[in-house]
């Protein structure tokens, strides 16, 4: 039992998210040889192969498990019980009735789901079957992936991709380095750079690696793809050597070698326990509005189902308390029926109304959603105007399920970098100690050279000045990850930049750093190359400088800064470390401070991206005591990352201050006008940032989410420092709700101008004390709310300096609100993911920053700017079909069964069915699917430039309008009436009867034999057209496939009576529809009645569409009047300003509800 727990406690931590102190790891031993005698002993452990697996079933238990997966909806279930109970007790109608639909869903959905999961077994033995390199006995073996085991040694050459994840071992090039791009993983296409282990590097042939004797510790497997904690011990003789191994030693599977001939390294995660295979891992489900909306209808009507069979088996033994009407005189009861317990016999009479009214409940409205969702996606994917011809992408869907939620968003989250900006950096300038240097300055039209080409501001630098310039220069160039990617020019020969800069360029996987060192070059420092642990700079002299690399302090977005420890070729020995301004002010000790601040607020006024520049000059004393904290934290398996951050902490501190630089990342193009389109369409636009507040601020004017008339509400650290929180929030919830006060008194007009237009900017810090406030203010309690009522009232908001986890926070708070809205966040970066995930809605931008973003979204698009279509057109059409379909197949149902309830008053509550068995099974899966699927898939109601040019459109369909209860319940009286025209109507026809000569029964109105099958096939035959009519009638985008597939519904129905009751099938035990169908249509005024009866029925529904589109039209309504012909011909003479001058004239004589 223990060993059961332990085993459970191993799986929870292994793959519950975000598990950070788990202490579990694994052993390794390379090339399978067992550490020497004397050494640790380790319990090797048994590894899976190397088999991906992501297909769901097998061929044995295809048919269980898809079936328990269906029969686990309610629906599915629902229906099962209801066929059950027709196969046990003997019920009104066929089994059939009830089966033949379910099997018909069941179906269609295996086949689809087994057909998807084929194509996934096909994938996975494609890769699996892939020949693979290991080294054996000092030979290259050639083996299939599948059959790799962890502590391989593989061979792997340029080009290939890795076949497991690997711990690299040595390569083909001197220094141990190789070249990889991990486009596959995380979208990022630059080249980064990773270590071999340094006792193993100067291994190069099959005999030399087979003969390295080690072990490995590490991590059992976890799905984050940038971390990793290990160490390696290496065995020479007698004694052991142990190195830390990090993520720079982690090669991934589905990664790509690159620019490196070969490497060897070892297998130490396999198959299904790859990071990459633990990223398939599904995400949490999310669910739509609409969605939700449809339960709530299903239950509604399962009651409305119980309540029928309640009072139709009560007044069944009501009317059977009379002994004369208990049963006719030539159907007697069976004396065992006599016998039966009342209750027992009560119980199965509601069960057999519940059969027989059970079609209420539309088994085949969730197909038709599914495949309404699942094709309707494909316009999203197939929109040409969604694509991105310099990327060459277009836009992704993820899940189909959330198509409609495009239709309902209120709140948008953004990203500001690569997502609201290009991501592209450029340099701009650099501050020294006050002194300002802009590269490539234009003097009489001219470009100076680049090694000349600066603006000294301020005075000339002195000597000592120019040194600490120099410093500066050098410090930018030596602090950063970048590689330089050298190209072969058309003669072999290969050069480097300071020989032939045509051919070689720099490659990071950080746009800034690019862009800092490309700016250093233009200032005379050019960055050339690492070699062997050598970073070497050409300065202004053309001398190649040459530094030793000894520690990297990689960034992380928690500290917000990177540092690297180098040592000059005079011995001494330097800290430069790189970072904002708000990590590195902090730790400096000198320097001019106040300067540079001054310039760095400037520059982020502006919209640049700023960074700060400092230094620590090392004693070797000192420098040992950095390489002992490192190597100690290195080493641990147990909290690395915590203690490798303390020891940044203690190492990054007495900085000097040296300068900032300033890179100016650009905004995307028409991000300003998808902003704008956002706000006219009601929805409200948070911009949440890491950036500092003066940055993003100026983002915000440019992109327009702040207009100049905007009034700032700031919530930031600068501002509690001076107040209290608890006044700060209370002054600003004063002044918006002041604000607020005088428009309910005047809500007039959005073009007065005092409607004071307000935007909020929150940082970090702040957002931290309002989230999580301090446990002895008595007054904090209600921070929350009073932060949600600013926000509220407030047409944007900034959240800057924010952490990943911030942003998921934000969004959250937002969902949980009381109005609950519906939220879609957008980002490009992994910094996104935690709130793309939070929301109801997540977008994916193909940004720079990996694809992180675009893997985890329910959505994916190349550039923020289409995101405009994809709510404002795609979204509203969505959501227009399918609440169109639910609402429909609710109102369809009720006009099906409710002529049922009331023929149950007619024929002594006997559970007759008013309809054949043929009738009752194929109405929902033939007569009347069709129409209803293509509608939702095609249906315009409004033409999509207009929707595109007038966003407000989309006001119209917000908050769920058109699948609220008030316009549920219109629909269902609607049904309710046509059910109730249909039924009595013929039943009115059929009220005076005669016999004739051969003893048949005749009606007398329309000459038609009266029988309960005649009665029945008239009323479907009403109900057929009606629905269908009803369609015909809400339908405003025709095509020749509307029309085909609507009046071909109805032909297939007149064909198929024809056959049904013309022919006498061998294979039926009863000929009740013979001859039926075309006995009624002989009649005359049965043709007239039928008219009759479906106008009648459709009247009301027109007559209140024409009157209320008369006195109380919506926005929709009023261009669905001016359009037609004149707007067809209007938008080919003149586009579609015509139309929207005179809609806009007439929104101008009527008030306006709200302040935009």
Avoid at 52 to 76: C, D, G, H, M
Avoid at 997 to 1010: A, E, K, R, V
Wanted: net charge negative.
């Amino acid at each position: 039992m223990g060993m059961d727990f332990s085993t459970l406690r191993t799986l929870i931590s292994r793959y519950c998210a975000g598990e950070e102190n788990w202490v579990d790891s694994r052993t390794i031993y390379i090339g399978h040889k067992e550490p020497p005698p004397g050494t640790e002993a380790f319990i090797q452990q048994r590894f899976p192969d190397n088999r991906i697996v992501s297909s769901k079933y097998t061929f044995w238990n295809f048919i269980p498990k898809n079936l328990f997966e269906q029969f686990r909806r309610v629906a599915n279930f629902y229906f099962l019980i209801i066929f059950l109970v027709q196969l046990i007790i003997d019920t009104p109608t066929s089994p059939i009735t009830s089966g033949l639909p379910l099997f018909f869903v069941i179906t269609v959905t295996a086949i689809k789901q087994g057909y998807e999961d084929w194509l996934r077994h096909k994938a996975d033995n494609a890769v699996n079957r892939c020949p693979v390199h290991v080294v054996q006995h000092g030979k290259i073996v050639r083996k299939q992936s599948r059959k790799l085991r962890v502590g391989d040694v593989v061979l792997v050459k340029e080009d290939e991709s890795f076949p497991c994840d690997l711990v690299l071992l040595s390569t083909s090039r001197d220094d141990g380095t190789c070249y990889v791009t991990t486009a596959s993983l995380d979208g990022e296409s630059s080249h980064k750079t990773y270590y071999a282990v340094q006792d193993t590097k100067a291994y190069n042939t099959e005999k030399e690696v087979d003969a390295i004797h080690a072990t490995i510790e590490c991590e059992q497997p976890q799905p984050d793809l940038y971390k990793f904690v290990g160490r390696i011990n290496v065995y020479m003789g007698n004694e052991s050597v142990a190195r830390p191994l990090g993520s720079e030693n982690l090669l991934l599977r589905g990664a790509t070698l690159k620019n490196t001939s070969y490497i060897y390294a070892v297998a130490i995660y396999s198959g299904m326990e790859t990071k990459m295979a633990l990223n398939y891992q599904s995400k949490s489900q999310k669910r739509s509005a609409v969605e939700k909306s449809m339960n709530a209808y299903l239950l509604v009507y399962l009651c409305i189902l119980i309540s029928k069979a309640i009072i139709n088996t009560a007044l069944k033994y009501v009317w059977q308390a009379d002994p004369n009407r208990d049963e006719p005189w030539y159907n007697h009861r069976t004396e065992t029926e006599r016998q039966r317990h009342v209750l027992i016999r009560a119980f199965t009479d509601f069960l057999a109304f519940m059969v027989l009214f059970n079609y209420i409940i539309p088994v085949s409205m969730y197909v038709t959603v599914e495949m309404q969702k699942f094709l309707g996606s494909y316009f999203i994917m197939w929109d040409d105007e969604m694509m991105d011809e310099e990327l060459g992408e277009r836009a992704v869907v993820n899940t189909s399920d959330l198509n409609e939620e495009l239709g309902q968003v209120e709140y948008v989250f953004t990203d500001k970098t690569g997502t609201l900006t290009e991501n592209n950096m450029e340099f701009i300038e650099c501050c020294v100690d006050g002194h300002v240097y802009v590269p490539q300055v234009i003097c009489n039209g001219q470009v100076l050279p680049d090694a000349v080409g600066m603006d000294m501001i301020d005075t000339s630098p002195g000597p000592d000045a120019r040194e600490r310039e120099e410093l500066f220069f050098r410090a930018l160039c030596l602090c950063h990850t970048v590689q330089v990617k050298e190209e072969e020019t058309v003669d072999g020969i290969k050069h480097g930049i300071h020989q032939g800069k045509s051919t070689s360029f720099y490659i990071s996987s950080s746009p800034d750093e690019v862009a800092l060192v490309e700016g250093m070059k233009r200032l005379g420092f050019t960055y050339l190359r690492l070699k062997d642990g050598q970073m070497e700079i050409l300065n202004r002299e053309d001398e190649i400088e040459k530094f030793e690399l000894l520690e990297v302090l990689t960034f992380d977005s928690v500290r917000r800064r990177m540092s690297v420890i180098v040592k000059a070729n005079t011995g001494e020995l330097y800290l430069f470390c790189k970072g904002a301004d708000s990590s590195i002010f902090p730790r400096v000790v000198s320097g001019k401070v106040d300067q540079i601040r001054a310039r760095v607020e400037q520059n982020a006024v502006e919209g640049l991206r700023t960074l700060c520049v400092a230094y620590r000059h090392l004693s070797p004393e000192q420098y040992e005591e950095v390489c002992h904290l490192l190597s100690d934290a290195k080493l641990a398996l147990q909290d690395r990352d915590r203690r490798l951050a303390e020891a940044y902490d203690l190492i990054e501190k007495d900085l000097i201050l040296l300068g900032a630089t300033a890179v100016e990342d650009r905004l995307q193009e028409k991000a300003a006008d998808t902003i704008e389109s956002l706000h006219k369409a009601g929805m409200k636009v948070w911009v949440l940032t890491g950036d500092k507040m003066e940055t993003a601020a100026a983002t915000c004017y440019a992109s327009k989410l702040f207009r100049r008339s905007t009034q700032i509400l700031e919530l930031t650290t600068k501002r509690t420092e001076e107040q209290s929180l608890h006044d700060v929030l209370f002054d600003l919830s004063r002044t918006v709700l002041r604000q607020h006060g005088d428009m309910t008194r005047d809500t007039f007009s959005s073009f007065s101008g005092d409607c004071t237009d307000y935007g909020l900017i929150i940082d970090g810090a702040t957002l931290s004390a309002v989230m999580r406030p301090n446990q002895d203010d008595l007054n904090s309690g209600n921070y929350k709310e009073i932060f949600l009522e600013i926000c509220r009232n407030c047409s944007a908001v900034l959240c800057c300096r924010m952490a990943p986890l911030q942003k998921a926070q934000i969004v959250k708070l937002i969902k949980a609100s009381k109005e609950h809205p519906i939220t879609l966040a957008v980002g490009d970066g992994a910094n996104d993911v935690s709130m793309i995930l939070e929301a109801h809605v997540g977008i994916g931008i193909m940004g720079k920053e990996g694809r992180q973003a675009v893997r985890n979204s329910d959505y994916a698009v190349p550039k923020f700017k289409h995101l405009k279509k994809m709510l404002l057109v795609h979204g509203h059409y969505y959501y227009i079909r399918i609440s169109e379909l639910v609402q429909y197949f609710f109102y369809k149902n009720v006009c099906f069964i409710f002529p049922q309830f009331l023929y149950q008053f007619f024929c002594g509550f006997s559970q007759q069915p008013l309809y054949d068995t043929a009738y009752l099974t194929l109405y929902n899966i033939s007569f009347t699917s069709l129409p209803i699927l293509l509608y939702s898939l095609i249906e315009q109601h409004i033409n999509m430039d207009i929707l595109k040019k007038d966003p407000t459109l989309y006001r119209d369909i917000s908050k769920n309008s058109l699948l609220r209860w008030p316009i549920f319940i219109y629909w269902t009286i609607l049904g309710v009436y046509d059910a109730i025209v249909m039924f009595f109507g013929a039943y009115f026809l059929f009220d005076n009867t005669t016999f004739t000569s051969n003893g048949q029964l005749m009606t007398t109105n329309t000459q038609m034999m009266f029988g309960n099958w005649t009665f029945g096939t008239l009323v479907f035959t009403v109900l057929v057209f009606t629905v269908t009519f009803k369609l015909a009638l809400d339908t405003h985008y025709w095509t020749w496939i509307n029309h085909f597939v609507i009046w071909g519904s109805l032909i297939f129905f007149v064909v198929f009576s024809l056959l049904w009751g013309g022919i006498i099938w061998p294979f039926l035990n009863y000929q009740r529809m013979y001859y039926v169908f075309m006995q009624m249509l002989s009649s005359g005024p049965a043709w007239l009645s039928i008219i009759l009866l479906i106008t009648a029925s459709l009247l009301p529904d027109v007559l209140k569409k024409v009157i209320w589109r008369s006195l109380w039209p919506t926005t929709t309504e009023r261009i669905q009047r001016v359009s037609g012909r004149r707007f067809q011909r209007a938008l080919a003479l003149h586009g579609s300003d015509l139309l929207l001058d005179r809609i806009a004239v007439s929104e101008a004589r009527e008030p306006q509800h709200e302040c935009r």
